[in-house]
């Protein structure tokens, strides 16, 4: 039986750049890809959170789940903010392709070769995302930090496999 193996965390911090995966879940699971990820953010009273608060690529057995999911917390989202439109997960037990850009204050999510999740951190969209959401009270949650990327642990077994990251160059941001 395996053991609890605990976030992944890369050692390089990442601003701009451009991720891609293989991912599948067991039954009834549920992980992420974490970014933008500060472990010294507070809450409005100021005390500081207990784990990587962060953006977040949702991949969770959508329709197995033992809770109720809000559309907001299904594969491709950017978790509890904002919902994923058109997605078409692999069956549980299948792989998944995953995308990940982020160039500034924008951000993609992709799922198997489809734009599931475009935002701009400092949209009017994000804002109320961000204002509906358990992180509206979490202090610069929004900004575009470097930060690691990390990949969760979420007490079920998820499968990883042909992960990339590239950093996106300034020169290569600016022009898009």
């Not at 042909?162 to 996106?168: C, V």
Request: proline fraction near 5%.
């Amino acid at each position: 039986l395996a053991k609890k193996g605990g976030d992944i965390v890369t050692k390089n911090k990442f601003g701009d750049f451009e991720l891609t995966w293989e991912w599948k879940i067991a039954p009834k699971g549920n992980s992420g890809v974490k970014y933008l990820v500060d472990e010294k953010r507070k809450d409005a009273k100021g005390k500081v959170y207990n784990n990587a608060i962060g953006h977040e690529y949702q991949m969770i057995d959508d329709d197995n789940y033992p809770e109720k999911l809000k559309d907001s917390q299904k594969t491709g989202a950017w978790y509890d903010v904002m919902p994923p439109k058109d997605t078409s997960p692999k069956p549980i037990g299948e792989f998944n392709q995953s995308r990940l850009v982020a160039r500034g204050k924008h951000i993609e999510h992709w799922l198997n070769g489809k734009l599931v999740v475009a935002y701009d951190t400092d949209s009017p969209e994000s804002t109320a995302g961000i204002a509906a959401s358990k992180f509206k009270t979490v202090s610069g949650f929004a900004e575009h930090i470097e930060a690691p990327i990390l990949l969760q642990d979420h007490n079920c077994v998820v499968w990883f496999r042909s992960i990339k990251i590239r950093a996106i160059a300034a020169s290569e941001s600016k022009s898009r």
